[in-house]
């Protein structure tokens, strides 16, 4: 089992950013891998970024070069920097935790929502 709370979001206007903070109730270095997802009102929820058990990171498309996901091990918390945030990055922000490695996620955070106004 593994809890996860997410802080971090609010609102922010366009080109700002955000940090995003999820701690586990677990040593978060035995987790295989853990991620940011976001959901927009309609949308599917989307892999925004993935961190694996060696230290590998992973980038949805529409995020690659702004967005930057990091992890403390100390702290047992999983990070994800935002930077110039568009009005499209406007969802609830999930962490997710998969302890077998491949971003199919067992356990999710209750979510955050992040805002960007143009």
């Known amino acids: 089992q593994v809890q996860l709370v997410e802080s971090g979001g609010g609102l922010v206007q366009a080109g700002g950013s955000l940090r995003l903070s999820c701690a586990a109730s677990r040593y978060i270095l035995t987790i295989g891998a853990m991620g940011w997802y976001r959901q927009a009102p309609g949308k599917q929820r989307e892999l925004v970024a993935g961190?694996?058990?060696?230290?590998?990171?992973k980038y949805g498309d529409s995020v690659k070069g702004r967005f930057t996901i990091s992890r403390d091990g100390a702290k047992n918390t999983v990070y994800l920097q935002m930077n110039s945030l568009k009005p499209e990055d406007t969802a609830v922000y999930y962490c997710?935790?998969?302890?077998?490695?491949?971003?199919?996620?067992?356990?999710w955070g209750q979510g955050t929502q992040v805002t960007v106004s143009s």
């Open positions: 997710g935790a998969d302890p077998s490695g491949t971003l199919d996620v067992r356990y």
């Open positions: 961190i694996f058990w060696d230290g590998s990171t």
